[in-house]
């Protein structure tokens, strides 16, 4: 197996990689069997192999209607085979493909991705953990806020409006399901601002020694 490593290297398609897999371990298991001259029909093992890879093939290539995977089994099973049965002083098999493209798929049954069906470059992340810095830093303000308001007693409790209500403090466990949960909803009142009231007191504080020493003046 391992003088086929490298072949079995030139694609990423998974489903390539199993069939070139299998035809190595079944060709080099069955080779016993084979005939000296390599024909198909004077063997039955090389019959059956020959019968299991035209199988594949139809499924891989939708009987020859996904034209890139018409292209990429020819340029990537192919030469595996012709390295297998290349030493035709032994036991050997030749491909003889009894492989028929003549059945009918109607366009609209072809999956929309023949083509595409490994995505180049794929990576799978989760969008929350991504975002997992912003997320707690949101989640420690709106604590910090609702604190604030506990203590001054603003909080107030909501019915759902909708029969799923929000988590009480942010989540950040990666289980969608756990996310799902209905859990309690709390509403945090807008927590009156102590602004206006430092304001009110400086001016107060202002116009009244302005108004002492106006007085005093005026008695002096």
Not at 68 to 75: A, K, L, M, T
Not at 145 to 154: A, G, L, M, P, V
Not at 179 to 194: G, T
Request: net charge positive; with cysteine.
């Amino acid at each position: 197996m391992s003088e086929y490593v490298h072949l079995i290297k030139n694609t990423n398609d998974p489903i390539l990689r199993y069939i070139a897999l299998h035809l190595i371990d079944n060709y080099q298991n069955t080779k016993k069997y084979f005939s000296k001259n390599g024909r198909r029909n004077d063997s039955t093992a090389c019959e059956l192999l020959n019968r299991w890879l035209d199988q594949k093939k139809s499924f891989f290539t939708h009987v020859g209607k996904c034209n890139e995977n018409v292209q990429s089994w020819n340029n990537y099973i192919k030469p595996i085979w012709d390295k297998l049965s290349q030493n035709k002083n032994k036991n050997w098999c030749k491909r003889v493909e009894y492989y028929s493209n003549t059945l009918n798929i109607p366009e609209k049954l072809l999956p929309p991705i023949c083509y595409k069906h490994v995505p180049k470059n794929y990576n799978c992340t989760q969008p929350l953990y991504k975002n997992r810095k912003i997320t707690q830093n949101m989640c420690n303000n709106i604590e910090e806020y609702c604190s604030q308001c506990k203590k001054k007693n603003f909080f107030k409790q909501l019915k759902p409006i909708f029969q799923t209500n929000a988590t009480k403090t942010c989540s950040l466990n990666n289980n969608p399901d756990i996310l799902s949960l209905p859990q309690e909803q709390i509403y945090c009142k807008e927590c009156s601002s102590s602004i206006y009231t430092t304001a009110l007191s400086v001016c107060v504080s202002f116009f009244g020694t302005l108004f002492i020493l106006l007085f005093l003046y005026k008695v002096i």
